[in-house]
């Protein structure tokens, strides 16, 4: 029997994902959680086979908390779960140590799927992620500047280039205005750009955002 624990902060989401997989006969949902912190201490305290976790949590970001489970629990996986298109976590996640990376809106079969296959030791790639991969090979380093950002940074750009205003954006990354404007000088910086206005242009045409 497969050990799942659902980290979400909707209760709906939750209850619908714990009734799709107690469903299924080889897993059962063992843990909820509803924050990144408290998803921490529970895979500390108790064995799981498999982590859900979205990427939007309201108090620490998906990508960092899936770092601190990887570094509490090396050999646990864990299924990153996002209404983001996949252009925008999903090789960060992969690359901070996802076993695997969906977007909410994905089949039924595909979650099931995909948790099976990271409860074994295999990591699960969509076919959308794996033709992300060989465009990304194929189109060489300028093409993809964003990924030299961190994930604050990468964060930064995304709500940026959604519209959000400095104060919307210190209030969802749950941080101060004046930081929220140290990881915009920043990664203007890094990208050598030299306006929001550029760097907006970027986040769109790269489809950063949807």
């Not at 497969?2 to 997989?21: E, M, N, P, S, T």
């Not at 629990?73 to 901070?96: D, G, N, T």
């Not at 090979?137 to 940026?160: A, D, F, I, P």
């Amino acid at each position: 029997m497969i050990k799942v624990l659902i980290a979400d902060d909707h209760a709906l989401i939750r209850k619908g994902l714990k009734q799709l997989l107690d469903d299924t006969d080889d897993m059962r949902v063992t843990g909820e959680a509803e924050n990144g912190m408290q998803a921490i201490r529970m895979a500390e305290e108790t064995d799981y086979d498999v982590v859900l976790l979205d990427i939007s949590m309201p108090d620490k970001h998906g990508v960092e908390v899936l770092k601190q489970l990887k570094a509490n629990k090396p050999q646990l996986p864990v299924l990153m779960l996002s209404m983001h298109p996949e252009e925008q976590y999903a090789l960060r996640s992969m690359k901070a140590g996802a076993a695997g990376y969906l977007n909410k809106q994905s089949a039924p079969l595909q979650l099931v799927t995909a948790i099976r296959q990271v409860a074994s030791g295999k990591k699960y790639i969509s076919t959308e992620l794996a033709e992300q991969l060989a465009n990304g090979l194929s189109q060489g380093y300028q093409e993809l500047l964003h990924q030299t950002l961190s994930n604050r940074e990468y964060q930064t750009l995304c709500l940026m280039a959604s519209g959000k205003k400095l104060s919307e954006m210190a209030d969802i990354m749950s941080l101060s205005p004046k930081t929220v404007s140290v990881y915009r000088s920043r990664l203007l910086e890094k990208m050598k750009l030299k306006n929001n206005a550029e760097a907006i242009h970027y986040a769109i045409s790269n489809h950063l955002i949807e």
